[in-house]
């Protein structure tokens, strides 16, 4: 078999997301694949448009039920186990796909030899085959074989899991699994997978559609979603330091921390949650400063992120209080500006 998607689902039942994700998966043209459908203990009626779906089509649809609710990265980790196809894909539940994805992906890796090939996404917030905002994922820098230049670009600019595709013996050797019971179980491993990729191609094309709407997890900002990023990022150290990719590339993978761990996580939290708690903003910086004390040296750090960012990020670190005030103060000031 060529291709096995998995796509993790829960309470996806309203709004027909869950049946126009399907409905662009069983349309797909190629042939040789497996939709694995694994229902993450849902509480709506996603199970049963599930098992209408795999009545529909015996034989390209698998459904799982899990008993209890693993969040997405134990319902990726099910569908990996049983996974049959050389290759291995991911479909959010509220995205959809051209109908000519995964024929293209598989024809570029079946033309390179690449055992991991992506494409672009579009940004929509209807149920259409329109092409929205163009997301470019890859740089064209990042294909071929693969060395240090290109890992090191990969760190830094990973793109988004669910537009590739896998070889699957990359899951295998040594066994690499989702955390679970998390929020950004991406963020955690996406780092080791990409760097057991031999050779990257890439489509230039917005053959994946990433549905904008107020349900899903990048607009809904939470103290619990804070908390998991920053042990996603956790989890991506020590992933790199066991598997020796913190020695080869560590302003890489500290910057990664940084950027993911500190600067998405506190502006994140600072925009996005109703009550901002003091002892959150103490712990955040105090971890900060104790896993990478001279971050602040890193050259991705100088580079990447603004001045502004630069200034409340180390203000922060003085003073969790004075960076509250001035927080508060600054915001306020724009908002009545317009």
């Not at 797909?28 to 497996?34: A, K, L, M, S, V």
């Not at 500190?262 to 002892?279: A, P």
Request: proline share 3%; with cysteine; charged share 30%.
């Amino acid at each position: 078999m060529q291709l096995s998607i998995i796509v993790p689902v829960y309470n996806m039942a309203a709004d027909q997301k869950l049946e126009y994700c399907l409905d662009s998966l069983v349309n797909q043209t190629i042939q040789d694949y497996e939709i694995i459908a694994v229902d993450d203990a849902s509480t709506d009626h996603s199970l049963e448009i599930l098992h209408r779906f795999e009545q529909e089509n015996p034989g390209k649809i698998r459904v799982l039920a899990l008993k209890e609710n693993h969040r997405q990265g134990g319902a990726k980790n099910a569908g990996l186990k049983i996974a049959r196809g050389e290759f291995i894909g991911f479909m959010d539940s509220d995205d959809w796909a051209a109908p000519d994805m995964f024929e293209k992906l598989l024809q570029r890796a079946e033309e390179t030899g690449a055992d991991m090939v992506g494409c672009d996404c579009c940004l929509t917030d209807r149920h259409s085959m329109e092409i929205g905002q163009v997301i470019r994922t890859s740089r064209k820098e990042q294909t071929g074989l693969l060395g240090d230049a290109q890992y090191q670009s990969m760190i830094m600019d990973a793109g988004f899991l669910v537009v590739k595709i896998y070889r699957r013996q990359m899951f295998m050797e040594p066994p690499l699994y989702f955390p679970e019971h998390m929020f950004y179980e991406d963020n955690a491993v996406s780092t080791e997978l990409l760097l057991r990729a031999k050779r990257y191609e890439y489509v230039e094309e917005p053959l994946y559609y990433y549905y904008q709407h107020t349900g899903s997890t990048v607009h809904v900002v939470t103290e619990e979603r804070c908390r998991d990023r920053m042990e996603a990022m956790r989890i991506m150290v020590r992933m790199a330091k066991d598997s020796g990719t913190f020695e080869r590339y560590p302003e890489e993978i500290e910057f990664r921390f940084i950027n993911l761990f500190y600067q998405n996580t506190l502006f994140s939290y600072m925009q996005g949650t109703q009550k901002k708690r003091l002892s959150f903003l103490k712990a955040l910086a105090k971890e900060m400063q104790d896993t990478f004390p001279d971050f602040k040296n890193n050259p991705y750090y100088l580079k990447r992120i603004n001045e502004e960012e630069r200034m409340f990020m180390e203000l922060l670190l003085r003073s969790p209080f004075a960076f509250l005030l001035y927080y508060k103060l600054k915001y306020f000031v724009r908002r009545l500006r317009g």
